[in-house]
Nanobody, 119 residues
């Protein structure tokens, strides 16, 4: 069974930057079965929303319109780690950020990391 551990959340001023990390652990077979990894977020009072994802084989990326041009997702296959570089952060980016791994037959979630952007 794959487990995800996130880190990097913090309090930052508007216009600042943060980098989130998410490392997947599990058996070699389970890790090779992952189709993509990505990030979602949930702001207070809102539903969880898609932020970005990257496929595990071709490293194809996809972003939500609200973060495109400011956030960059990348993957280190050797470390089974995905990163989310967040630049030009805005107060509306404040949320709990969740790492996601897609196995096709199941979605796996991390515990979440808090990002707070002050104005």
């Amino acid at each position: 069974q794959v487990q995800l551990v996130e880190s990097g959340g913090d309090l930052v001023q508007s216009g600042g930057s943060l980098r989130l990390s998410c490392t997947a652990s599990g058996t070699t077979s389970d890790l090779k079965s992952l189709l993509s990894m990505g990030w979602y977020r949930r702001a207070p009072g809102n539903q969880r929303e898609f932020v970005a994802h990257i496929t595990t084989t071709t490293h194809t990326t996809n972003y939500a319109a609200s973060v495109k041009g400011r956030f960059t997702i990348a993957r280190d296959s050797a470390k089974n780690t995905v990163y989310l570089q967040m630049n030009d952060l805005k107060p509306e980016d404040t949320a709990v950020y969740y790492c996601n791994a897609n196995k096709g037959t199941a979605q796996i979630w991390g515990q979440g990391t808090q990002v707070t952007v002050s104005s």
